[in-house]
């Protein structure tokens, strides 16, 4: 083939771009230890998520010294628990599986993004350095009333997470159970 | 003799002008529905409910991207056979066939997404006459069936474009023996092979899952299952919106200049390479889906990288061939040949804008394209900007432009208008600018795409400017847009019925500076690339299939148990792939 | 021969050009330029985008110990 010069130069550093923009994502997963949302939870069916043991009542959970886990179930249009309340400083695992169609659990201005697919479940791993409130988004359309689901995320320090815990175990009976079939309905895009 | 496409082929050019005419309509429509959006969103303007906004927003969708680019493109590719190969179809009624196949899925589809601006859509087919599910339909928001079955009719209708564009090179390399595949008509053929190759996902998606479920044959469908189909289609599809932009880059723009494409044998190399690589990248949407290993999507992420490739050569051969014309224009210096180009053509400018906002645009690409970055910018606004840049502009201005030296040609009349014509690229440029800058700036603040009222109780935290300052950037540019678009087709519609004039253009393509005798024969041994495109397919693609269908069932969560879905699945691939092959 | 390579072959060059350059004498000087510049600005909007708008756009999820 007959190839001008520059052209080959091109092709080469063509390459070279190519390459490196693979090496930073590679860094990103290898240096800075990035996870992917993938397969390393097990499907979960919707029907299933009532009488399931995370799921069926959402949550936050102590499970180690600085770790918690969140369960969160997503559907139109409404995000459970809401608000969720953690702790900065900690460990903080995210689970959220959807009862309906597609949403996204996204922490507005910040990398805690994932969609929200019906029979799987999504787990985020992050740390909050510092307190403060986030809005949650669904941003994937999910229906007549997408623009309308949201939730929030009020980051504790932790000492004061510690109080809000203990005033909560104290009054765990006035707690209500969300119906989340009253919820749902009128959601005219189920079949 | 005349150099006039439309008094060489008179019937040829009437189906290329029916294809255009019904691409612009599709244009104007989609348009109108994108200004309403830019307005909605930003809180300027809100004449229709929330809910409806859904309804516009699937009508902008697929009018633009499914009904505007492709009669476009087959209009264009229609053109470039017949010119290319100077000789029509073997059989004129199944060109029209496909065209009326097309028209046909278009309407219905059409039909199922207006119904929802009704009060009160009528039944049909057991369901509601709507489709408020966007372009991407995912499950289980589900429309009515008719609009599955107007995406199933037209999509066979491109089929057999395709397949009666194969049958016209067949019948060409018949009297031709040994000779080289004209560019334009290898450019035609690889992007249908690509166009085969990937489509075979969402029509199994449709046929298999979908629409049997939107009857209420099946109950249920697997909603990972059927975004992975529509995924493995998804990416190939938008190359399939910008291969024939790609086409008059290569072909029209050199001459335009007043020069010659650089290098024929790089515009093969390069659609080869999206033959091969478009289809096994399309799970790089799904970055941020549940149930897919890591290890799946980092093979995509490297596919998609290589793809970066046949753009930046075409960066190069483009410019180059631009370069060439400004150099035997008089152009001198380093940069200075830029100043004699001819930028008081509409159709060159146009298309050099395009060229230009691909090349930014491409860059937003290359940062969807990496995986874990993808968590800033997963379905934020972010993504229509870059969207807005690729097909709306590096596409759609290359395409507007394209019309202004095309549509002479095919009618016989003078362009109408050519300062205005000047006028209204500029004014896309100006208006692209704005509004791409306002949703690429809101997208990393995580402002997201897809959202009629993106007005939460949160604040958004902008780290330049503020959200009003955005907001009104949005709407600036969905209007000059709106505006562009509108003389757009005023001009056309001036121009079509311009009877009387002569055209100040002619079609004659000057040959490459690097002809095609300088590539070797295999380029243009079709088979190899396409045999190449299924293994890599293969290759990127069973693995996650196999576990996606395994993990929810084939017909969702609850339904199928796992060792069915792969002793089901294995064969259906291994037919499918045997099948495009074939 | 079919009449568009005809076509193709007389017609080859924009008639009332200054000049017409062959393949061999030309050397696409300006475009090696303007590739040179495009490839510094990916890379330093890529150097951008990925350290400061995403690796500061925390948290991200990630292995913690």
């Not at chain 1, 201005?109 to 929200?116: C, F, Y």
């Not at chain 2, 005419?21 to 004449?47: E, M, W």
Request: glycine share 10%; charged share 15%; with cysteine.
């Amino acid at each position: 083939m007959n190839i001008h010069a520059y052209e080959r130069l091109w092709v080469a550093g063509s390459m070279v771009l190519i390459v490196g923009f693979i090496a930073t994502i590679t860094y990103g997963a290898v240096g800075l230890g990035i996870t992917m949302v993938d397969d390393g939870e097990e499907p979960l069916a919707p029907d299933e998520i009532d009488e399931d043991e995370r799921f069926g009542e959402p949550r936050v959970e102590e499970v180690g010294d600085d770790e918690y886990e969140v369960y969160v179930v997503s559907a139109t249009f409404f995000f459970q628990p809401d608000p969720i309340e953690i702790p900065a400083e900690s460990e903080v695992t995210f689970y959220v599986t959807s009862r309906d169609v597609i949403h996204s659990f996204t922490v507005v201005g910040t990398n805690t993004n994932t969609m929200v697919i019906p029979g799987e479940v999504s787990a985020m791993t992050v740390e909050f350095d510092e307190p403060g409130e986030y809005g949650i988004v669904c941003n994937e359309y999910c229906g007549a009333g997408h623009h309308d689901m949201e939730g929030e995320l009020i980051v504790l320090d932790p000492e004061e997470f510690e109080e809000r815990q203990e005033e909560n175990d104290d009054d765990v009976d006035a707690i209500e159970v969300f119906d989340h079939r009253t919820a749902t309905a009128g959601n005219g895009e189920l079949p | 003799m005349t150099e006039l496409f439309a008094e060489r082929y008179p019937e040829q050019a009437r189906l290329v002008r029916a294809a255009l005419l019904t691409s612009f309509v599709a244009l104007g429509v989609g348009a109108l529905f994108g200004l309403l959006q830019a307005l909605h969103r930003t809180d300027v303007l809100r004449i229709v409910e929330s809910p409806t906004y859904y309804t516009v927003l699937t009508g902008h969708g697929v009018f633009l991207v499914v009904t505007f680019t492709i009669y476009f493109l087959v209009g264009l590719y229609q053109w470039a056979v017949t010119d290319s190969l100077d000789r029509g179809p073997v059989n004129p009624r199944i060109t029209w066939v496909w065209y009326g196949l097309m028209t046909v899925g278009t309407v219905l589809t059409a039909i199922t997404i207006l119904a929802g601006f009704l009060d009160d859509p009528p039944e049909v087919l057991g369901s509601e006459l709507s489709a408020d599910v966007l372009f991407t339909f995912y499950a289980p928001l589900q429309g009515n069936p008719l609009f599955y079955v107007g995406l199933a009719v037209f999509v066979v209708g491109t089929w057999i474009a395709g397949a009666d564009w194969f049958r016209t090179w067949w019948a060409w390399k018949g009297d031709n023996p040994g000779e080289r595949i004209p560019l334009p008509t290898f450019m035609v053929l690889t992007t249908m092979i690509m166009w085969y190759l990937s489509s075979i996902g969402v029509a199994v998606a449709i046929l298999a899952f979908l629409l049997p479920w939107s009857l209420g044959i099946v109950d249920s469908v697997n909603p990972s299952l059927t975004r992975t189909l529509f995924w493995y289609f998804g990416h190939a599809f938008v190359y399939f919106w910008l291969l024939p932009a790609y086409m008059l880059w290569y072909i029209v723009l050199p001459k335009l200049s007043g020069g010659r494409l650089f290098s024929d044998p790089l515009a093969r190399v390069v659609f080869i390479l999206f033959v091969v690589l478009s289809t096994p990248t399309g799970i790089h949407h799904q970055y941020l889906d549940p149930g897919i290993a890591e290890g799946f999507k980092f093979i995509v992420m490297t596919n998609t990288m290589f793809l970066l490739l046949p753009s930046l050569l075409t960066a190069f051969t483009v410019v180059a061939s631009m370069e060439h014309g400004a150099r035997q224009r008089g152009g001198e210096g380093t940069f200075g040949w830029l100043r004699t180009l001819p930028w008081r053509d509409p159709a060159f400018t146009g298309m050099a804008l395009a060229g230009l906002v691909f090349a930014f645009g491409g860059f937003t690409g290359i940062v969807n394209a990496g995986m874990n970055i993808n968590y800033l910018v997963h379905n934020s606004v972010w993504i229509p900007g870059h969207i807005h840049t690729q097909v709306g502009t590096a596409v759609a201005l290359t395409f507007m432009a394209g019309g202004y030296w095309l549509v002479p040609q095919l009618t016989g009349n003078r362009l109408v208008g050519r300062q205005a014509a000047l006028f209204q690229v500029v004014l896309w440029f100006v208006g692209i600018v704005f509004m791409t800058n306002s949703m690429y700036r809101a997208g990393l603040d995580g402002v997201p795409r897809r959202s009629a009222e993106p007005q939460y109780a949160f604040d958004y935290d902008i780290s330049l400017g503020s959200m009003a300052e955005l907001d009104a950037q949005l709407a600036l540019g969905g209007v000059l847009l709106f505006i562009s678009t509108i003389l757009f087709l005023g001009i056309m519609a001036l121009t079509w019925r311009n009877d009387g004039t002569e055209p100040v253009v002619d079609g004659r393509i000057p040959p490459a500076l690097s002809g095609p005798e300088d590539a070797p024969r295999v380029i243009d041994d079709l088979r190899v690339w396409t045999a190449l495109a299924v293994v890599l397919i293969v290759l990127a693609y069973t693995l996650p299939l196999v576990a996606v269908a395994s993990r929810g069932g084939l017909f969702g969560p609850d339904i199928t148990p796992l060792p069915v879905a792969v002793d089901y699945w294995l064969p259906v691939l291994a037919d499918l792939v045997g099948a495009s092959i074939g | 021969m079919g009449e568009s390579e005809l076509r193709r072959e007389t017609g080859g060059d924009e008639p009332g050009l200054p000049r017409e350059i062959g393949h061999d004498e030309f050397d696409p000087t300006g475009t090696l330029a303007l590739i040179t510049l495009y490839f510094l600005v990916l890379v330093a909007m890529w150097l951008f985008t990925y350290f400061i708008e995403f690796v500061d756009n925390d948290p991200t999820p990630m292995l913690l110990t």
